[in-house]
């Protein structure tokens, strides 16, 4: 009789173990599809069960299937992770939708429009289907743009989905044909510009903003130019840069206000707004307009301010002007506003930087 010790059985099972082993790896490698290698190396046939994989092009939803569905973020409080409170905002940004815009002179033009889309969110409430918002634009995106238009959007996503304050943004770039000063040309000038709805306590607020680009001459630097001239015959010339001012303003009244009745005000403020095609004559022509307005970052926002109040049609606002130097390595700005709309007494770390005009 022979007689085998443990040690040497127990030598046999693993060997024919990794025997086994080297089967299975031998297989996956030529057949890495194969579901059948996941089930052996995960349990018994029984326990798992095996799906199909193959795209089912013919499935039909039903009304009893969709209502079977999970809908994590409709679930009870419960689920909510973090602090039991309410958000401000939450929702969707930056989907874009072409919409269709009027202009002053009666025309229109179709722009392709960064939406972004908020709700408030109760305390006691997961969240929000987020997809509401983009089917409640799109209810109204064939319309012509008007706040009342802007208005029925809000309200249709605020009854989807049971919020109380909204917020509807779009922002687009808004193309304006502008003459040279002297040569009789003409070319587009684009202004960035973001309208707004917002809801608070049942309150709605207009709320327009757009960015002028200008060139700024210093005043300091004219008149020390002119001294050189001057008092040593010395050629010198001021230093003047791009600038940009970010004026936002709450829409009052019923009276339209228009892109174009803005910009207006604007270059009237400050004229020396950047050109877009220019011969030898109109670059002497801007020369000599920036030495007939040399102004400082405080002037500008004080200008911007001036012609904003005289319009019945505007209430708050706020005046952001950046003029980006050229002398120093750092950035003058200003921060000037009316009323509480845009009274903060905090302020995005980063905001002068979104004001870098970069064509």
């Known amino acids: ?54 795209y089912p092009h013919d499935f039909v939803v039903s009304e009893g299937y969709k209502s079977s569905l999970p809908d994590l973020q409709n679930g009870p409080s419960s689920l909510i992770r973090g602090a039991k409170t309410a958000i401000q905002h939450v929702g969707i940004s930056n989907f874009r939708l072409p919409i269709r815009f009027q202009r002053r002179d009666g025309g229109e033009i179709t722009l392709e429009t960064s939406v972004t889309g908020t709700v408030g969110l109760d305390a006691n409430k997961k969240g929000i289907n987020m997809s509401r918002i983009m089917r409640s634009f799109y209810k109204h995106a064939e319309s012509l743009f008007s706040f009342q238009v802007v208005r029925a959007v ?53 709320i327009m903003h757009i960015d002028y680009v200008y060139s700024s001459t210093c005043p300091c630097s004219l008149e020390l130019s ?46 020396t707004e950047t050109q877009v095609m220019v011969k030898r004559e109109d670059e002497q022509a801007f020369a000599e307009l920036n030495a007939a307005n040399p102004i400082f970052v405080e002037d500008a926002a004080r200008l911007f301010c001036e012609n904003l109040m005289k319009d019945d049609r505007i209430g708050d606002f706020r005046v952001i002007a950046s003029h980006q130097e050229s002398l120093h390595s750092h950035d003058a700005v200003s921060v000037l506003y009316q009323g509480d709309t845009f009274a903060s007494p905090s302020m995005d770390p980063k905001l002068f930087e979104t004001l870098i005009h970069r064509g």
Request: charged share 30%; net charge negative.
């Open 154 to 206: 809000l309200d249709d996503y605020k009854r989807d989905l049971e919020s109380f304050d909204a917020r509807v943004v779009l922002r687009f770039s808004f193309p304006q044909k502008i003459k040279s000063l002297r040569s009789g040309l003409e070319g587009y000038q684009y202004y960035d510009i973001a309208l707004e709805l917002v809801e608070q306590k049942g309150v709605q607020h207009k």
């Open 226 to 271: 002119e001294h050189a001239r001057a008092t040593r015959g010395q050629l010198a010339t001021p230093h003047s840069q791009r600038s940009v001012a970010r004026v936002s303003l709450k829409i009052e009244g019923s009276t339209k206000l228009w892109f174009e009745d803005v910009i207006d005000m604007c270059r009237d403020a400050v004229p």
């Open 1 to 54: 009789m022979t007689l085998h010790s443990r040690g040497i059985d127990s030598h046999q099972e693993k060997d024919a173990l990794d025997n086994a082993l080297n089967v299975l790896r031998a297989w996956a490698k030529e057949h890495p599809d194969d579901p059948r290698i996941l089930r052996a190396l995960t349990g018994p046939v029984s326990d798992y069960p095996e799906f199909s994989r193959d």
